[in-house]
């Protein structure tokens, strides 16, 4: 785990189990491997990724503050398996955001992925398959999708989850974008 944290930090794309799937993960804070992961899965380049974070406090980076309503919302779905769409107007995050002006943020449940970002820093986590293919639910599965083209893998045995229900905030009002 702390050679996974080091390239991290030093711009590397990993696999590493998600409390839903296997994610193709990156520092959000780091443009080159967000790009570097917009081409190993082959994905839109409109299409935003959800950010993992290990607390709402990490949203702070990001420019976003939070009404009470909106925090009071964020408590009843995290940690667990829903992303939410925040407002982020920060041209400096242009690259992660793709133009949308916002982003989706998820908080694991999984003690041992909030422990690893609360090490690394946000992630950006998409499912680690490329696009039009079916999430890797094991690490071997990931390896066909990616061989020796990321830094490292994480098992984590068999993920047998869903991608995560999205919620947009950015009205100020909880819209389901994604059940």
Request: proline share 8%.
């Amino acid at each position: 785990m702390t050679e996974a944290i080091k390239i991290l930090k030093n711009g590397g794309v990993g696999v590493v189990p998600t409390d839903t799937l296997y994610g193709l993960c990156a520092s959000v804070f780091s443009r080159a491997a967000v790009e570097r992961i917009y081409d190993l899965k082959s994905r839109t380049e409109t299409k935003p990724f959800i950010i993992l974070i290990a607390s709402s406090h990490d949203l702070a980076a990001f420019g976003i503050t939070l009404s009470t309503d909106e925090c009071t919302f964020l408590d009843t779905v995290w940690p667990g398996p829903v992303s939410v769409i925040l407002p982020c107007k920060l041209e400096k995050f242009e690259y992660v955001h793709r133009g949308t002006q916002s982003l989706a943020f998820r908080m694991p449940k999984s003690p041992k992925l909030h422990e690893f970002l609360s090490k690394t820093g946000p992630l950006v986590a998409p499912s680690a398959n490329p696009q039009g293919l079916a999430p890797a639910h094991t690490i071997a599965e990931a390896k066909k999708y990616f061989g020796d083209a990321v830094d490292f893998y994480i098992p984590g045995g068999r993920k047998e989850g869903k991608p995560s229900k999205i919620v947009s905030l950015v009205s100020g009002t909880p819209v389901v974008v994604r059940a």
